[in-house]
């Protein structure tokens, strides 16, 4: 198993990495809890010297199944344990939520949960539905974040569009009142209904938004740009997946109904960002996949500036 995923468990189909506990329906808490393998505690311990002297300011987060180190902290780190990032998901989304995936990276220094939001969207003759993601960390690395990401149903690409109009995301760090910043997340929420309200309204612009096939071919050699004096497995990389992006814009049977706008190409880009094998699988490949479900992909970002720049 990859070093960054640990433990885990999906429902039905297999995520980015193809790896972790194959559930048929979606869980509740309390058995996603167990089945992600989260069912673990962080407990602090003070931190000695090698003669036994005490280190002021700092703890060791420690996993009590294991007493594995996920981290040194100061003494002002707060934890979040995992059961209480399922509880707080939980009193977020209300009675009967169900999760579609959670587990650990790293060894468990860092965890995450995915759960599907109760409302549907029909966005330019689509089903788009809305996923809440709650990420901590146990290493003192990171903050708690709560984002919500919108998934294609069809063809599940991730369509998390970074819009200056509506945010789609909260986080706080590890320190101070706990309770009363996760109260605060609750606007998460509201957050999310806006969201996908601005997402429809774009997505509506940019179906009006008309693209030549030249234009496509301008736009993806930008995403994709190949160096001014490539090697040739460079030149041949950059071939390939330039390739592979125009034939889900051109090609793909789920666009087939879509005219040739800037909302198939940015579609025809989330497929790409979403399920596109790199050119590299790296140590940090799966890490970097799963980051992108929270904080954005720069490609689709990037996609969204050209098309709506003109």
Not at 114 to 124: Q, V
Not at 200 to 223: C, H
Not at 258 to 270: E, W
Not at 290 to 306: C, H, R, S, V
Request: with cysteine; charged share 25%; aromatic share 8%.
């Amino acid at each position: 198993m990859p070093a960054n995923v640990e433990t885990m468990f999906y429902v039905r189909e297999a995520p980015w990495h193809g790896l972790g506990v194959r559930v048929e329906s979606a869980l509740n808490s309390e058995d996603a809890l167990v089945m992600s393998g989260l069912n673990w505690n962080v407990i602090q311990k003070p931190i000695m010297t090698a003669s036994g002297n005490l280190i002021p300011g700092y703890r060791a987060n420690i996993r009590d199944s294991d007493n594995r180190v996920l981290g040194v902290v100061t003494d002002r780190y707060r934890v979040v344990q995992n059961s209480e990032a399922f509880a707080f998901t939980d009193a977020l989304l209300g009675e009967g939520v169900k999760y579609e995936t959670a587990g650990s990276l790293q060894d468990g220094k860092k965890i995450w949960i995915l759960a599907k939001l109760p409302d549907k969207y029909i966005i330019e003759g689509e089903q788009i539905d809305p996923y809440l993601v709650f990420s901590s960390s146990h290493d003192g690395s990171g903050s708690i974040k709560v984002a919500m990401t919108p998934i294609r149903v069809v063809c599940q690409n991730t369509l998390n569009l970074a819009m200056s109009t509506a945010r789609r995301s909260w986080s706080t760090i590890h320190i101070g009142d706990l309770a009363a910043k996760m109260d605060e997340a609750h606007n998460t929420l509201l957050l999310a209904e806006k969201y996908m309200g601005r997402l429809g309204m774009e997505f509506s612009r940019l179906n009006k938004i008309k693209l030549s096939d030249q234009k496509v071919l301008e736009y993806i050699d930008l995403l994709l740009p190949m160096d001014e004096q490539p090697t040739e497995i460079h030149r041949k990389n950059i071939i390939r997946i330039r390739a592979d992006m125009k034939a889900r814009y051109f090609d793909a049977p789920d666009l087939k109904h879509v005219g040739k706008n800037a909302y198939r190409f940015i579609n025809a880009v989330s497929d790409f960002a979403t399920h596109a094998k790199p050119l590299r699988n790296t140590a940090n490949y799966q890490k970097n996949m799963f980051a992108k479900t929270i904080e954005g992909n720069p490609l689709i970002d990037k996609a969204y500036e050209l098309v709506t720049a003109a």
